[in-house]
Nanobody, 120 residues
Framework: QVQLVESGGGLVQAGDSLRLSCAAS????????MGWFRQAPGKGREFVAA????????DYADSVKGRFTISRDNAKNTEYLPMNGLTPEDPAVYYC?????????????WGQGTQVTVSS
């Protein structure tokens, strides 16, 4: 079983950038596709981005395309999400997750989340 720990959240102003990280412990990190999701207060969990096991393929929600970039370093067992041009629509708790293949569903291991707050 993989354990995931997110970091890098914080309070920023609109237009600023943050980089989220997700550190994985356990075996076979490179065997899992990875994803980022977010949940704002009063809303359901929303897909943000996903990446294949090798890192060669990615997928993004339309709301973040062009501003967020998902990547992974399998040698470091870490996934990243640099976020540029943050807007008042981006605040949420951001979660990383692992799954058997890249997609927008079917993730079965989740981190505890990291809070992102954007002031306008």
């Amino acid at each position: 079983q993989v354990q995931l720990v997110e970091s890098g959240g914080g309070l920023v102003q609109a237009g600023d950038s943050l980089r989220l990280s997700c550190a994985a412990s356990g075996r076979s990190f490179s065997s899992y596709a990875m994803g980022w999701f977010r949940q704002a207060p009063g809303k359901g969990r929303e897909f943000v981005a996903a990446i294949t096991r090798s890192g060669g393929g990615t997928d993004y929600a339309d709301s973040v395309k062009g501003r967020f970039t998902i990547s992974r370093d399998n040698a470091k067992n870490t996934e990243y999400l640099p976020m540029n041009g943050l807007t008042p629509e981006d605040p949420a708790v951001y979660y990383c997750a692992t799954g058997p293949f890249m997609g927008r569903h079917y993730y079965n291991c989740w981190g505890q989340g990291t809070q992102v707050t954007v002031s306008s």
